[in-house]
């Protein structure tokens, strides 16, 4: 693929880092505002990227690029991809997709309508953990209870706590533990189950935003909470719970370094799969072939699941001004 990359922070210089392993991508420019000029120059200069811009609307018109990584901030998430689509662009949009479902379903049906490839870049649904923790569920019996958690003290908390607001805790740019920490759980858990009959948020409000929270799902035959936290940290583990036997995750769930198996508190099994050291590059290795095949089939399930997810978000941001 020919890639466009909007925005030059750090989920930017983080992703640039595997550039060199992906073979199937050419690196056609990136744009951000004049204030991040020399930073982009430095990674145009350090990874080959070929044009600099200044400027979203003159790079869409000038590339040659036939995707757009979108990957600004969340608030702006709707209105960089649905700009990429009605130019003819496929867009790869960082998580979380969008900050209502109405904008989610409005880009989806420009994207399909022009038949144009349009994901959501979430690590946790391409690692080979996952695949493998989908066949290990289906050896745990009934599911009942199931625990995850993706709480990690923030670099930028201490800041906002002295009353500097940036992004990650700015409401107005769509911050806070469910966008940016909680959606991975979310991921997941709609990733092995689906989407829940029901959800409930029950956050910790700071200044406006959710510094931390607590997710309630309702499956019906069982019940899934899911916690996140920027405001605080400790060592992070998953559970899903059977009646025969049960996974750990370790680590984030947005990783799946690992997970091991237990029937009751006898250790089964440790699994531990890793095709590439980073987390990011699976997803867009998928991404490559989805492009290169311009596969709208894939796409769809893609978005469906992405739909799915955006649902719940949906439905935990009702439940908090309920609460209010």
Not at 103 to 124: M, P, Q, R, S, Y
Not at 244 to 264: A, Q
Not at 292 to 302: G, L
């Amino acid at each position: 693929m020919k890639l466009l990359i909007a925005g030059s922070g750090k989920i930017v210089q983080d992703w640039l880092t595997i550039t060199k392993d992906l073979k199937e991508t050419q690196l056609c420019g990136i744009t951000a505002t004049t204030r991040s000029l020399a930073k982009m120059q430095k990674f145009a200069s350090e990874y080959g990227i070929e044009e600099v811009y200044t400027d979203y609307d003159t790079a869409l018109k000038e590339t040659s690029a036939d995707t757009v990584y979108v990957a600004v901030i969340n608030s702006l998430h709707f209105e960089f991809a649905k700009k990429a689509l009605l130019a003819g662009k496929n867009v790869i949009c960082e998580k979380p997709f969008t900050v209502t479902l109405e904008e989610f379903l409005e880009l989806k049906k420009i994207a399909l309508d022009k038949k144009l490839v349009l994901v959501e870049a979430i690590t946790n649904q391409y690692l080979p953990n996952f695949y493998l923790l989908k066949k290990k569920i289906k050896t745990l019996g009934k599911i009942r209870i199931v625990s995850m958690n993706y709480s990690q003290y923030s670099s930028r908390y201490d800041a906002f706590k002295k009353g500097e607001i940036l992004p990650a805790f700015d409401p107005k740019k769509a911050g806070g533990a469910l966008m940016d920490l909680n959606i991975y759980n979310i991921h997941l858990l709609v990733g092995l189950f689906g989407k829940p009959k029901n959800a409930k948020y029950y956050a910790n409000m700071q200044r406006g935003i959710d510094t931390s929270g607590i997710l309630f799902l309702d499956y019906g035959d069982f019940k899934a909470v899911l916690i996140a936290a920027k405001d605080a940290g400790a060592p992070i583990t998953s559970t899903i719970e059977g009646e025969e036997k049960s996974i750990v995750i370790n680590g984030p769930t947005g990783e799946i370094k690992s997970f091991d198996l237990f029937h009751n508190s006898d250790h089964l099994e440790h699994v531990e799969k890793e095709d590439y050291p980073h987390r990011m590059y699976d997803e867009f290795v998928k991404f490559e072939k989805i492009i290169a095949k311009h596969d709208m089939k894939e796409v769809e399930q893609i978005l469906d699941h992405s739909e799915d997810v955006m649902r719940v978000l949906d439905l935990a941001k009702k439940s908090t001004k309920a609460e209010d």
